[in-house]
């Protein structure tokens, strides 16, 4: 095979950097303000319900945030991070500074992890994100468990399993306006 015989191979030319096994999320065009400021705002909103009672409730409202960190990290990052975990801190009445220590945590692995999950699918950025939301949420327990003088328990593990399982399906969710967006442009070709 002549190596400057290109025709011959059918294969698409690869990025550097990206595995070959490993599909990445193409989409045309980056989300609109509009799209990612409304859903963290719904997000916001869906956390004032009563249901985060629970120690084990998923945080969607953290999880949207990471969620857009990753994938359009210009558009929203630590400083909104830190200003919805305040606001989480202020509405369920706990020590001031706890959720958006937690949030900023959570913000900074996303944005600092958004060039290599970009690259993966939502499975796989599901199993990168355990850890970051593993580790924010530890040392949310550990301030708390500080301050209050005695330990929690491992009830809120279930929480973070809950969010690195939902993530593929939040993920889908929010994707769903660009790939309508993506569908629209390639059928007028």
Do not use: K
Request: proline share 6%; hydrophobic share 55%.
């Amino acid at each position: 095979m002549d190596r400057n015989n290109y025709s011959s191979v059918s294969r698409a030319p690869r990025r550097i950097g990206t595995p070959r096994n490993v599909p990445p999320e193409h989409l045309a065009s980056s989300a609109s303000v509009f799209v990612v400021w409304g859903t963290v705002l719904v997000a916001w909103l869906v956390s004032m319900l009563p249901w985060r009672v629970w120690e084990g409730a998923p945080d969607v409202l953290l999880m949207v945030i990471a969620f857009w960190c990753v994938h359009e990290p210009r558009r929203i990052g630590l400083t909104a991070a830190f200003c919805f975990g305040l606001l989480m801190d202020v509405h369920d009445v706990s020590v001031l500074g706890v959720h958006a220590l937690s949030y900023t945590l959570v913000a900074y692995g996303a944005v600092a992890l958004h060039r290599r999950l970009v690259h993966f699918d939502l499975l796989r950025q599901a199993i990168h994100m355990l850890p970051v939301f593993f580790v924010a949420r530890l040392v949310q327990q550990i301030v708390t468990a500080w301050l209050a003088g005695s330990w929690p328990g491992w009830d809120w593990g279930i929480s973070v399993l809950l969010m690195t399982a939902m993530w593929p399906v939040l993920g889908f969710v929010l994707h769903l306006p660009q790939r309508g967006a993506d569908d629209v442009d390639s059928s007028a070709v």
